[in-house]
């Protein structure tokens, strides 16, 4: 089966380096091109351990933080 993913362009949203584990795994299992939003402040929208309240539900606030690194990719 072919794979779907090649060669796609995935753009990461973080502001704690997830990228440094998510990068390799993504592009070797998958295919995909990762890149890194810059500056990226994404405690903005919460933090898990709540020193920043979340205003939204965990799934609202993924969709946020996409929505403030659409149309980026830095690579």
Known sequence: MDNLFKGRKVVIAT???KE????????KELGL???LVEN????????????VERLNDPLETA???MS???G???L
């Open 72 to 74: 980026t990719f830095g």
């Open 15 to 17: 502001k704690h380096h």
């Open 63 to 65: 969709r946020q933080k």
């Open 40 to 51: 990226l402040d994404t405690d903005l929208f919460g933090t898990f351990t709540g020193e």
């Open 33 to 35: 091109e990762c890149g």
């Open 20 to 27: 440094q584990v998510m990068t390799p795994l993504l592009e």
């Open 68 to 70: 403030a690194g659409d």
